[in-house]
DNA sequence: GGCATGTGTATTTTT
DNA sequence: TACACATGCC
């Protein structure tokens, strides 16, 4: 009663809560309760009187974070959710390195790039040092990012990183060494820091002496969500942090990892007894989620992967029903069987918030969002394209950083292309005017800051006065001719937009200090810019007035907002999911059905799930078959998918798939049942399939006859 | 140099 | 569908 954090738990959840000093090390299986045994342990913290802001809460997104600490707020009665740390590794470090980033050599004030400006960056780079130009086709600047990313997360050897994972690049691996020495370099000049960096660093700050026991000393308990979810870099940084102290709780499943393509590694979790000496070990295997027919399933599809923790998940949810595996002709009817069925569920009274439709790639819905859209079935979808990479936002973004860091490149390389009559060339030079990234610009990095206009550089400082910003204040740039105009426009706009004190983000309350003064809001400062911004953005794009409905929402979002470089952050750090693909008109009850990929869904439940394209090839998707290790990732996330399901769960495989990439009418693929789906498995499911089913294979087979034939008759047609 | 146009080619998942 | 690259015209 006086503690009802610890109402309702089983007995390994109690011990877990009530687990005092030390390494603990929780293995949670899905549904087993985790998220709520870790919100009562910060509950039991803090009701212990262990300070708030002395307990930091790691988890996979912000939201699950402020989840679990305000269900402990509630719980305890003590309302002190703001001042606990919780998020992401990245956001925390984000946070850290503004306090302590100077022991690093840090300037104040770096901005955070994200995925897409990292490819940019290289993009940039690859275009200068001209690489490969007449040879064969040269890795694109996604690949490098993911490249790059994952030797840097990894700390593997380049070549090995090739080798194992990129194979049909490893003859690159000698140009891809200035590439990317070029990237850091760059990096630094320009004050950004990609989302690898900010762990790297967050490692570093830990492993320098003094500072290092200054940051880890700040926390008395760190709790860790999804353990299994992390690389290499984030246990150095978590040894790091409890050097002194050892109170660590980590949470995780390893049958649930399904990251490694991030560097994620399973060894985290299995080794942790071995790196922190006197762990606790408590296992969760009572599923309070699921009914049994579904954990049966689920189990069954585990049986076969190698080395695992946990054990089988029992649930005294006892029930008849099973999960259904319907066979469907083709894509389109496996869109309207589950259309069909979302609906019945509707009406029996599950609302569409309750259900979700689960799939292993984000464009494996793209059939079934015209199809809901089509019906008039409101939905969200998550993971898949965000609303902050569409260009337009990109764009607006792309001013408050360059207001929020004067040197950052890629910022004003996008504001400057944007203009008519300025290309990438012209971008350059004036960039090279301005001094942007001089002035931490490495030596030999001088490559293309055009000389046109030295300008007095003051190198190495980052003082007001030979700010980009102010050279850029100060005019007398050479132009293009045909963009004179709408720089001076810039001009102004930006020069409005100055002049905001910026926050004190040094302090824990920074939300607390008011911008003095008559520098304009946030919220001023984009309507200015959009005010620049709608004449060059309806010259870009042709679908503007689609696109303005994101630029709306963006100052929406902005109005919660009060630091420019606070906004700036989290929305690269904390990203919205895309809140403007509502299908329909809104409904009164603001509800909808989740179609999310597999590993978006991590962590989320819902009464009815519906996992489409059960077939070989999209899951396990045949670009991680090359080997066990992939495969067994595979499972595990087909297993994620499987046991998001309380009550209903439906599995969707369509027998065939039409290529229409290779544009030869109607020709199609006759597809393979997934292959974790094994006789033992099947055993356990209703197979069902539709009237249309039972001869589809002499169908199929008189299909792929005359489509045969149609091919070859191409040959002397056109 | 910029810009419009045409061609060939791809590898999925996210902080 | 988007991106990288080539070509031709201003």
Redesign the pocket.
């Known amino acids: 009663m006086s503690e009802p954090w610890l109402e309702g738990l089983n007995e390994q959840q109690r011990e877990a809560v009530k687990h005092g000093d030390g390494p603990l090390l929780i293995i949670a299986g899905a549904g087993t309760g985790k998220t709520r045994t870790l919100a009562s342990r910060v509950a039991e913290l803090l009701h212990r009187g262990v300070p708030p802001e002395r307990i930091l809460l790691l988890t996979?997104?912000r939201r699950a974070a402020a989840e679990m600490i305000s269900r402990a707020d509630h719980q305890t009665g003590l309302k002190v959710s703001t001042r606990v740390w919780g998020g992401?590794?990245?956001?925390v470090s984000n946070r850290l390195l503004r306090i302590y980033g100077r022991a690093l050599g840090l300037p104040d004030g770096f901005t955070v790039m994200?995925?897409s400006d990292s490819a940019d960056m290289m993009?940039l780079i690859?275009?200068e040092l001209g690489v490969?130009?007449?040879t064969k086709?040269?890795p694109?600047?996604?690949?490098l990012v993911?490249i790059y990313s994952r030797t840097v997360n990894s700390q593997d050897k380049l070549a090995d990183v090739l080798e194992r994972h990129f194979p049909?690049c490893a003859d690159w691996e000698e140009e891809l060494v200035p590439i990317f020495d070029r990237y850091v370099d760059r990096k630094r000049a320009s004050n950004v820091m990609d989302?690898d960096d900010l762990l790297l660093h967050w490692k570093l700050l830990c492993e320098r002496p003094g500072v290092g026991d200054n940051v880890a000393g700040r926390f008395d308990h760190i709790l860790v969500d999804e353990y299994q979810d992390t690389n290499i870099v984030q246990a150095d940084i978590l040894a790091g942090m409890r050097r002194r102290n050892k109170n660590i709780c980590v949470v995780g499943d390893d049958a649930q990892s399904i990251y490694s393509?991030?560097a994620a590694t399973i060894r985290n979790i299995l080794d942790f007894p071995q790196r922190f000496p006197g762990t606790r070990v408590i296992t969760l295997e009572q599923n309070y989620r699921s009914i049994q027919p579904i954990l049966d399933l689920s189990n069954a599809v585990m049986e076969r992967a190698k080395e695992r923790y946990t054990k089988n998940l029992w649930s005294t949810r006892a029930a008849e029903r099973r999960p259904a595996l319907y066979y469907c002709m083709d894509e389109s009817e496996q869109c309207g069987l589950v259309c069909e069925r979302v609906l019945e569920h509707l009406e029996q009274g599950i609302p569409l918030r309750q259900q979700a439709v689960l799939f292993r790639?984000?464009?494996h819905s793209d059939a079934l969002e015209v199809e809901l859209m089509q019906r008039r079935i409101p939905f969200r979808k998550f993971?898949?394209l965000k609303f902050i990479e569409s260009a337009h936002i990109k764009d607006m973004l792309a001013f408050l950083r360059v207001l929020e860091n004067p040197h950052d490149e890629i910022s004003w390389f996008r504001i400057l292309c944007m203009m008519?009559?300025?290309?990438?060339?012209?971008?350059r030079r004036v960039m090279g005017q301005l001094g942007v990234r001089r002035h931490l610009a490495a030596e030999g990095d001088e490559l293309d800051a055009a000389p046109d206009r030295p300008a007095g550089v003051g190198q190495g400082q980052a003082g007001e006065m030979v700010s980009p910003l102010s050279r850029f204040f100060a005019g007398k740039l050479r132009v293009?001719p045909?963009s004179e105009e709408t720089i001076t426009e810039l001009r102004k706009a930006m020069k409005d937009c100055y002049g905001v004190e910026e926050l004190d983000e040094e302090s824990d309350e920074a939300e607390s200090v008011v911008a003095a003064g008559s520098s304009p809001t946030l919220a001023v400062q984009i309507q200015r810019l959009r005010h620049y911004y709608e004449p060059v953005f309806k010259t870009i794009y042709d679908n503007w007035q689609v696109r303005i409905r994101d630029i709306e929402q963006l100052e929406q979002i902005a109005g919660r907002f009060r630091s420019r470089r606070r906004f700036v952050a989290d929305l690269t750090?904390d990203?919205p999911n895309s809140t403007s693909d509502l299908a329909g008109p809104p409904y009164l009850d603001d509800d909808y059905l989740i179609l999310s990929?597999m590993?978006?869904a991590k962590g989320c439940e819902w009464t009815s799930v519906y996992v489409i394209h059960a077939a070989d090839g999209m899951i396990p998707?045949?670009?991680?078959t090359k080997d066990e290790v992939q495969i067994d990732e595979e499972r595990r996330l087909f297993y994620v998918a499987l046991t998001r399901a309380k009550d209903w769960l439906y599995v969707y495989f369509p027998l065939r798939y039409y290529h229409v990439?290779h544009r030869t009418g109607d020709a199609h693929n006759i597809a393979q049942l997934t292959r974790f789906l094994p006789k033992k498995a099947l055993a356990l499911l209703d197979q069902r399939s539709s009237e249309s089913l039972p001869s589809l294979g002499a169908e199929l087979r008189a299909r792929s006859r005359s489509e045969i034939d149609a091919q070859f008759k191409q040959r002397w047609r056109s």
């Open positions: 996979f997104t992401t590794f990245h956001a994200d995925q993009s690859r275009n490969a130009k007449d086709r040269f694109n600047k996604n690949t993911a049909w989302y393509f991030r790639a984000g464009h993971g898949g008519k009559g300025m290309g990438p060339q012209w971008a293009p045909d750090l990203p990929t590993h978006s998707s045949d670009m991680a990439k």
